[in-house]
């Protein structure tokens, strides 16, 4: 079950100050981070979302593993990616039509900031260049999954050695 503590706007600011995606982010943008940001807390075994539901924020991961998986009809649940202490998660909120495009489980008792997706959306449109900077950074991160995801297939093409 997911447990969300709101420790106060300190803590969260601090927790996304201190992250690689929000490295160097203007204060006033960090701002409204904050006003979306809360502590969320899982226990192992919790699913976080499920391929399909409504996907309606992003996780930053402060302690814990979260699993990715997809479904297929053909071979059941499929690993995707294991995620650890600072891996940032859960794209499918900027994308239309906003449901979730894999499963995610928390393998062990997990900490993460969860960020609303339709607050950052509505803040995206009022302010264009916070959600071009906030596009940027997460654009990047895909880019970086891509190519991992893209290695590990060729890791895993038959002949590759």
Not at 96 to 109: G, K, L
Request: aromatic letters at 12%; a negative charge; proline letters at 6%.
């Amino acid at each position: 079950m997911v447990a969300m503590a709101n420790e106060g706007s300190d803590s969260i600011r601090e927790l996304l100050a201190g992250h690689p995606l929000f490295e160097d982010f203007p204060p006033r943008y960090l701002d409204i981070l904050v006003g979306c940001a809360s502590n969320v807390y899982f226990g192992a075994g919790d699913r976080i979302f499920r391929e399909g539901e409504e996907a309606d924020r992003f996780y930053l991961l402060c302690d814990g593993e979260v699993s990715l998986e997809a479904f297929s009809l053909e071979h059941g649940p499929l690993p995707i990616q294991t995620l650890r202490d600072g891996d940032v998660f859960g794209w499918s909120w900027l994308v239309p039509p906003y449901r979730w495009r894999f499963d995610a489980e928390a393998q062990r008792t997990t900490h993460a900031i969860a960020l609303d997706g339709r607050k950052l959306r509505e803040q995206c449109e009022t302010d264009p260049a916070f959600g071009y900077e906030l596009l940027k950074r997460l654009a990047t991160l895909m880019e970086q999954r891509l190519q991992a995801t893209r290695a590990q297939l060729f890791e895993r093409a038959p002949g590759h050695h």
